[in-house]
């Protein structure tokens, strides 16, 4: 298995039922998130990014929150499917001196039961 | 998929000896990064490239040396490897430095250090 995987936060979902995945980011001048999914052996497979100037964004499928008062974002899928499992993680981009500073959150597995 | 190959994908070696590992992409992107993924820890940034010729170091970069050469390939060299190296190391991309770009990921080098 995935040594990464191991001690993360675990969310179990019945397969067909919506799964809503948390992320706290640490910094209100990030401008740019992203949401990434790794699956076992495989590296991060972008999914969904939304901007600072947005608060929701669509995909097929996914939805991102983003609720900058309390510096959160959400992932949600609905419908999960058992090739929805994998870990998410969620990354904040900010501007740093000459570049952009982009943080990668530890991530959630997320389980989803046949 | 973004044209990113890792390799080799997996390693086994000894304490004190060189290691090498190769990132190769066919997208043409400007900017390439190598980050190491540890349990308990979000990818960490070891080094990335804006540009033929042009590196600049991340947030873990001791022990660790890069090159570029030609914009399809970066190398990341452990002079002397040391256990705390173990890891998984990823290879990533983008077209811009970021803000409003994702990095796509390569599947990533298993390294063990013995």
């Known amino acids: 298995g995935e040594s990464v995987g191991l001690h993360l936060p675990t969310l179990s979902v019945q397969e067909g039922d919506n799964s809503i995945i948390n992320c706290a980011y640490s910094?209100?001048?990030?401008?740019?998130f992203i949401w990434y999914k790794q699956e076992s052996g495989k590296g991060p497979q972008f999914i969904i990014d939304i901007r600072s100037n947005m608060d929701k964004r669509q995909g097929q499928r996914v939805t991102v929150l983003l609720n900058k008062t309390v510096k959160h974002l959400s992932l949600q899928i609905a419908a999960t499917q058992p090739g929805d499992s994998a870990v998410y993680f969620c990354a904040e981009n900010f501007p740093a001196l000459g570049y952009q500073k982009v943080t990668f959150g530890t991530g959630t597995k997320l389980q989803v039961i046949p | 998929d973004a044209g990113i190959t890792q390799s080799p994908r997996h390693k086994v070696t000894e304490t004190g000896t060189p290691v090498t590992l190769r990132c190769h992409q066919t997208e043409n992107h400007r900017y390439m990064y190598w980050y190491r993924q540890d349990p308990g820890h979000g990818l960490r940034l070891i080094h990335y490239?804006?540009?033929?010729?042009?590196?600049d170091k991340g947030e873990v970069s001791d022990g660790y040396s890069v090159s570029r050469s030609k914009t399809e390939d970066f190398l990341l060299t452990l002079e002397s490897a040391t256990s705390s190296q173990t890891s998984v190391y990823f290879c990533a991309i983008s077209e811009n430095r970021g803000g409003n770009q994702p990095q796509h990921f390569g599947d990533g080098t298993r390294l063990s250090i013995l």
């Open positions: 910094n209100s001048a990030s401008d740019y």
């Open positions: 490239s804006y540009g033929v010729k042009d590196t």
